[in-house]
């Protein structure tokens, strides 16, 4: 897991595990600085280093054009229940001519 501080204040988040980049989190107050784009740089640097699968993330569906910018493609739709709850997510992967 990784942060992206200034002056102290956290900013926002990033966790990555094997191939699979986990969460990307941005603190409302600093949406839109370029944080999520540093966060998620760092997190295919991290995820892409061992080059065994692609770089893989499960977005919910607001997120999905955040990543598509980036370069990550959907594979697959599917809704995960979470305490009962339905929520929507994609599947998405990075094509391996974007690592590097
Ligand atoms: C999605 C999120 C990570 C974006 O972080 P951010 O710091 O605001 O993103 P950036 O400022 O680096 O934006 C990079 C680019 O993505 C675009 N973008 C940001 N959020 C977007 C979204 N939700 N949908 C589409 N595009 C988005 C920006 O407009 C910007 O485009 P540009 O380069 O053409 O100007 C952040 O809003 C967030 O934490 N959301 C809540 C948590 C979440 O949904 N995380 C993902 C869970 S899977």
């Known amino acids: 897991m990784f942060v992206v501080e200034e002056e102290g204040t ?3 988040f990033g966790h990555v595990e094997d191939e699979a980049v986990l969460a990307i989190f941005v603190d ?30 499960t977005a919910t569906l607001n997120a999905e054009g955040f990543y598509r910018g980036f370069g990550f493609e959907p594979v697959e739709h599917k809704v995960l229940v979470k ?18």
């Not at 949406?31 to 998620?40: D, E, K, P, W």
């Not at 305490?83 to 590097?100: A, I, S």
């Open 28 to 57: 409302p107050d600093a949406a839109g600085r370029g944080v999520g784009s540093l966060l998620l740089a760092h997190a295919v640097q991290e995820a892409a280093s061992d080059h065994s699968r692609p770089v893989h993330l």
């Open 10 to 12: 956290l900013l926002g």
């Open 83 to 100: 305490g009962g709850v339905e929520l929507p997510v994609v599947v998405m992967e990075l094509p391996e001519r974007w690592h590097e």
